[in-house]
């Protein structure tokens, strides 16, 4: 099971940062492929950013490249997301996942473990 630690979401204004944090127990966490995926009020959730097991491989969807970085550190079993510039388009529930494998894009179906969810709201 994974599981968000602090630091996590919280508010703030557009132009500025956050980093999510995401800590993995239980199990071997660098036999993980390692993501982080949005829902916004109304919509589906969907992929934002995925690592594979070495932190090498990452995947990046198209409106976060240049201003999100997804990175780990097995070592303390935990998955970061650095998010700047963001924007109020970015607010969302920003949810960890965890598969099996060493996949450098998780789609959705494949997830095997989700965190809880932290909400990051950008006002502008």
């Known amino acids: 099971q994974v599981q968000s630690i602090e630091p996590g979401g919280g508010l703030v204004q557009a132009g500025g940062s956050l980093r999510l944090s995401c800590a993995a127990s239980g199990r071997a966490f660098s036999d993980y492929a390692m993501g982080w995926f949005r829902q916004a009020p109304g919509k589906a959730r969907s992929i934002v950013a995925s690592?594979?097991?070495?932190?090498?491989?990452?995947y990046y969807e198209d409106s976060v490249k240049g201003r999100f970085t997804i990175s780990r550190d097995n070592a303390k079993n935990t998955v970061y997301l650095q998010m700047n510039s963001l924007g109020p388009e970015d607010t969302a529930v920003y949810y960890c996942a965890a598969r099996q494998g060493d996949l450098a894009y998780l789609y959705l179906n494949l997830v095997d473990s989700w965190g809880q969810g932290t909400q990051v709201t950008v006002s502008s």
């Open positions: 690592i594979g097991q070495s932190g090498i491989n990452t």
